[in-house]
Every structure is written in structure tokens, then in C-alpha cells.
């Protein structure tokens, strides 16, 4: 289980984050849908330290600790307990497909290199890259370069994977057969929670769907009632808008 209490955030003058709440339950894939602004992306960062929320808990498995207060040991087993990816990619550009999958393993788990190679192998078959292993990030497509990135998160075999708008920087064509990855590993049953702004991706893959707005978290549901009957207006509104406009993906 993964839960945060009461985490607020300002950047300066402006509270990104007031007060929000979240529990995932283990193995759950819960989707957190919002406008530009709403806290989402922040909400992930400052789950896995990569912001300094300004208070809240934070509860991963038997491991509590204070988003203020935690010590560099606290926040290093957090670390390990998670992983993320990002709508960016962010692999490193020196190195290639499997160096960038085998990284984490080396320097955080402490896995021998020859084992770290093979578990590389191993995720990067599974996510269709078999035939990439030795391709640096400027020689692969977009879809390409987040599907290293799913395989370096899931590699680590983390408790939860945190996917911060996995698909936003994709061409549109390549869109589908992430989501297809995605949905891939969701099917392993790892507890995960995905920023985004696919609806049918929400609808088929989520067992619960958050939606925010202005940094508090607005209303939250069952896939089924938060498409079909949301209770809350500025839900609506949302919903409304942004199916009007998503394109159709075949996942």
C-alpha cells in the first residue's frame, strides 16, 4: 500500500498543493487525471523526493516517514521502493539501451554487473526491444526511448512505479503501442500510479481514477463512475472537454 496524508507544496507565493490526500491499495493502478497546473505532476515528484514537499506523510509498505523531515537514509529506502518514469525520457544520453536499463541496478541495488546485464536483456525484450540493446537515446524514436524508460523502472522490480504523462511527448502515431506497454505492466499486477490525459487508457487499465484541479484533489472513483456519472461539476466540465478531443488509440 502507498498512502499520502495532508501534503502541501508552494512554490513561493503559489500553493500547488493544499492538503491532498491519496491511497493506493497494493496492486492497484490508479490514474490521476487533471488540468495543466492541478498539482499532478508535483503530487509524483514529492512522492519520490525529486521535490521537498513542505509537510504531509507518506506511507510505502512498512516504511512512514515526514515528506519535511525525512532523514538522506529515509529518503534513499523510498527511493528503493519506487520508480518513475517520465514524460521526458530522461535516460542518459552517453549511454546506450541496456546501460541505461542496467544503471540502476549497478549503483543503487549493488547488482553484479554480469546479472545486471542479464536482467537488462531480459526487460528490454519484454518490451520489444530485443533488437536495441546497443542504440544510444539519439538513435531511437520517442516511443522507443520511453519504452527503455518503462524498462528501467520496472527492472528494479519496485513496490510502485509513479508514470508522470508517460505519452505527452510522443508523435501521436507512437501514442498506442506505449500505452500498450503500460498496460503490459499493469497486467503483472504492480501497484502503479499514472499521470495522464488518456481517457481510454484511464477507462480500461485504472482501478481508480483521481481527478484534480487547483492542487486538491477534486473527486475520486471507480473508472465506470467517474466517466459515466461524476458527481462534481468541475469534473464534468473536464471530462467534457478533453474526450471531445482525445484521439481514438487501439490498446
Known amino acids: 500500500?502507498?498512502?499520502?496524508?495532508?501534503?502541501?507544496?508552494?512554490?513561493?507565493?503559489?500553493?500547488?498543493?493544499?492538503?491532498?490526500?491519496?491511497?493506493?491499495?497494493?496492486?492497484?493502478v490508479v490514474v490521476i487525471l487533471g488540468p495543466s497546473g492541478s498539482g499532478k505532476t508535483t503530487l509524483l515528484r514529492c512522492i519520490n523526493f525529486l521535490e521537498?514537499?513542505?509537510?504531509?506523510?507518506?506511507t510505502i509498505g512498512e516504511s512512514?516517514?515526514?515528506?519535511?523531515?525525512?532523514?538522506?537514509?529515509e529518503i534513499l529506502d523510498i527511493r528503493r521502493k519506487t520508480a518513475f518514469v517520465f514524460q521526458n525520457y530522461n535516460l542518459f544520453a552517453n549511454k546506450t539501451a541496456i546501460e541505461n536499463v542496467m544503471e540502476g541496478l549497478i549503483t543503487a541495488r549493488r547488482v553484479p554487473k554480469a546479472e545486471a546485464r542479464k536482467r537488462a536483456e531480459e526487460a528490454l525484450n519484454w518490451v520489444g526491444l530485443s533488437d536495441r540493446y546497443d542504440y544510444y537515446p539519439c538513435q531511437l524514436s520517442g516511443g522507443q526511448q520511453q519504452r527503455v524508460g518503462i524498462a528501467r523502472a520496472f527492472v528494479l522490480n519496485p513496490e510502485v512505479?509513479?508514470?508522470?504523462?508517460?505519452?505527452?511527448a510522443l508523435d501521436p502515431e507512437l501514442v498506442?503501442?506505449?500505452?500498450?506497454?503500460?498496460?503490459?505492466?499493469?497486467?503483472?499486477?504492480?501497484?502503479?500510479?499514472v499521470v495522464t490525459h488518456e481517457m481510454s487508457f484511464a477507462q480500461d487499465v485504472a482501478d481508480k481514477v483521481i481527478f484534480m484541479d487547483g492542487g486538491v484533489v477534486v473527486e475520486e472513483g471507480k473508472p465506470e463512475d467517474i466517466f459515466s456519472n461524476p458527481?462534481?461539476?468541475?469534473?464534468?466540465?473536464f471530462l467534457s472537454r478533453i474526450i471531445a478531443l482525445e484521439p481514438s488509440y487501439s490498446i
Open 1 to 28: 500500500m502507498i498512502e499520502v496524508k495532508n501534503i502541501k507544496k508552494d512554490f513561493g507565493r503559489h500553493q500547488v498543493l493544499k492538503d491532498v490526500s491519496v491511497k493506493v491499495e497494493d496492486g492497484q
Open 52 to 58: 521537498n514537499a513542505d509537510s504531509g506523510r507518506l
Open 64 to 73: 512512514q516517514v515526514d515528506l519535511k523531515k525525512a532523514s538522506k537514509k
Open 161 to 168: 512505479i509513479l508514470f508522470d504523462e508517460p505519452t505527452s
Open 176 to 193: 498506442g503501442e506505449t500505452l500498450e506497454i503500460i498496460k503490459k505492466v499493469a497486467e503483472t499486477g504492480i501497484t502503479m500510479i
Open 231 to 237: 458527481k462534481e461539476e468541475r469534473t464534468r466540465q
